[in-house]
């Protein structure tokens, strides 16, 4: 079996493409620039805004898995651009090419009438692939850690210099945060046939957190305290508008703060992680347990 992996050498594409190589799957990792270092596959120049890079990639394949995304909006790559055309090429692409399976990674709280763009661009996507008439699979992960993610890793980098770290609002929305190697395995048993096709399944872990209480699990797997500072969500909201502005117009690229990212924070991020579990037989590990896993001082021996 070979698999079209778009998104392949981003944070949970290499996850993945690492799964598929141990189990023996051939794996093409479609992105726009060349990797630095190993890949576990082999590399196809294209992005899912070019349709004639994507039929090319997809030839020879036996499935898709379309993980490509964006949290924040760049020059020319918006979340309807990516999110609800990129998606519509790689289903395009995939009819063409005669590969029927189709695995998509969507996101925890898409739903039709979200308070994000974010979450609304997600659900056309899946509405386009739940129309598509391929063998289909969607999976809805909550925060996604591990070691050089976005998100648990920006908060510890911050606290090593910084004797405070940034909440915006109360801090009391809830994330139920999963590991970016249970994530990629569900994927990976994903292509066996008929296990889990034409289902909409979330993956999450089992620990319900506000942000607050992720921040104290990063504290202790760090041996470590911070002070907390609330930022008001209209100071919040300014310096995003701000953002939203600068990085675009100066630096060519993504803010590091939007408003769709306070408006998610404004809402629980929760979901059910049993039906996955039970599907795929495995038990996601507690946060806490997980993050010690590449934080803590033992990290390089287990991680």
Known sequence: MKVLVTGGTGFVGREVCRQLAGKGIQCRCLSRRQPAGTLDGEWAG?????????SKAMIGCDAVIHLVGIIAESPGQTYEGVHIGGTSNAVAAAQRAGVDRFLHMSALGTRPAAVSRYHRSKWEA???V????????????????????????????????????????????LLQPIGVDEVARCFVRALLPGLSEGRTLDLCGPDRLTLLQVLDEIDAALGRRRLRLNVPRPVAWGQARFLEWLYPAVFRQAPPLNRDQILMLGEDNVGDPGPAEIL?????????EGIRRFLGPRADRVS
């Open 130 to 173: 739940r129309a598509s008439g391929l063998h289909w699979t969607i999976f809805r992960p909550s925060l996604v850690y591990g070691a050089g993610d976005a998100f648990v890793n920006l908060f510890a980098r911050i606290g090593r210099w910084s004797p405070v770290l940034p909440v915006i609002g109360d801090g009391l929305g």
């Open 126 to 128: 899946e509405e386009r």
């Open 280 to 288: 795929f037989g495995f038990r996601a590990r507690h946060f806490g």
């Open 46 to 54: 294209g992005s899912v805004l070019d349709a004639d890079s994507l």
